[in-house]
Nanobody
């Protein structure tokens, strides 16, 4: 089970950190990812962190967002800096123990999902 939180309303240029707490499994075995979905758009990849803590980012957030994980707390974080209105979306965390590297950016490769947390960036 995944529980995301930390979304909110911010202004352009602000920072925000969303987090996702996991329960019910061996957290360190899972690849963790963040996806987001804006109104009327498809769900898109934001970032992923592997079991070995290698990180991956969409081009649109590279240099602005940082993903991290705390295996002791079974939590994954997404630090979002220099937010822009295009970042407005429901942000979802996802987990998979079986996803391979070539599929990290594919939302269909993840079998556990959080409920989503809304991030709204005003201009």
């Amino acid at each position: 089970q995944l529980q995301a939180c930390g979304g909110g309303l911010v202004q352009t240029g602000d920072s925000l950190r969303v987090s996702c707490a996991a329960s019910g499994g061996s957290f360190s075995r899972y690849v963790m990812a963040w996806f987001r979905q804006a109104p009327g758009k498809e769900r898109e990849f934001v970032s992923a962190i592997g079991r070995g803590r290698h990180t991956y980012y969409a081009e649109s957030v590279k240099g602005r967002f940082t993903i991290s994980r705390d295996n002791a707390e079974s939590t994954v974080y997404l630090q979002m800096n220099t937010l822009i209105p295009e970042d407005t979306a429901v942000h979802y965390c996802a987990a998979s123990s079986q996803v391979i590297l070539s599929q990290y950016r594919n939302h269909r490769a993840y079998n556990y999902w959080g409920q989503g947390t809304l991030v709204t960036v005003s201009s």
